[in-house]
């Protein structure tokens, strides 16, 4: 007794740049994806998904002068998935899963040259989030600040350091796919918060002539992680929530 998962995914991107001046520069880029499942599942059930995902961005890079390098940029994500199942949703009359999710972005990073051993990047990010899940009557929307910094210390001809820390942050949707084939009871969604990560790390790079070599650590502290709360001994739906509710 398996499972019978077809996933089949096709991928664009296209990227344009343009020299406005010697000192300026314009780059757009857009991105799509779009994704099908076909599954039939150990439990006796069939399930299907069309998912698509959309993306855009507008950058736009100025050098004020020698030492400093201005980024401002605006992007857009819209994601789209719709499910299909004969026995969940037909003969069983479960909720369905579909969800409707998008962002709209806004950043400024400033690149500052110190001099020619040390380089320090700031980025600040604002992001508007929103998410329905429409027939499971659930809706997340928030606006989140994300600073984020970069810095590169070259010691000599041979070794270079780079720290870099910053906020990340995301809507969990991708833990829904985890409990189809595990779990035949419905989903119920009771997501209050958006996932939020905490990330520092450092790295010491060596390389002499046609050798490499490269030293890193990394630490990450994630806030409000996302899990499904299997009730299945129950005959209860799975409850989607944050870890802190």
């Not at 996932?195 to 650590?217: I, K």
């Not at 299997?230 to 989607?240: K, L, M």
Request: charged share 20%.
């Amino acid at each position: 007794i398996t499972d019978n998962v077809d996933v089949n995914r096709t991928e664009m991107a296209a990227h344009y740049n343009r020299q406005l001046t010697v000192d300026s520069r314009l780059k757009l880029s857009a991105g799509l994806a779009m994704q099908e499942q076909e599954s039939i599942y150990s439990h006796g059930y069939d399930y299907s998904n069309r998912d698509q995902l959309a993306a855009g961005k507008i950058e736009y890079q100025n050098a004020i002068n020698q030492a400093h390098l201005v980024t401002l940029g605006l992007d857009h994500k819209n994601q789209k998935m719709r499910s299909q199942s004969d026995v969940l949703y037909s003969q069983m009359s479960l909720a369905k899963d579909n969800l409707n999710s998008q962002s709209f972005g806004a950043f400024v990073q400033d690149t500052w040259t110190l001099d020619d051993e040390r380089e320090l990047a700031a980025v600040i990010r604002v992001d508007d989030l929103t998410t329905r899940w429409s027939n499971l009557n659930e809706s997340l929307h928030e606006t989140v600040l994300a600073p984020r910094f970069f810095y590169r210390h070259i010691h000599n001809s041979i070794l270079t350091s780079r720290l870099g820390a910053g906020i990340g942050y995301r809507t969990p949707l991708t833990l829904f796919e985890s409990q189809h084939g595990t779990e035949h009871h419905g989903f119920i969604v009771d997501i209050k918060e958006i996932e939020r990560a905490q990330s520092w790390y450092y790295s010491l790079l060596a390389q002499r002539h046609d050798d490499f070599f490269e030293v890193s650590t990394h630490f990450t502290q994630i806030e409000n992680l996302a899990y499904g709360d299997d009730q299945s001994n129950a005959n209860q739906p799975t409850v989607f929530r944050n870890a802190n509710n």
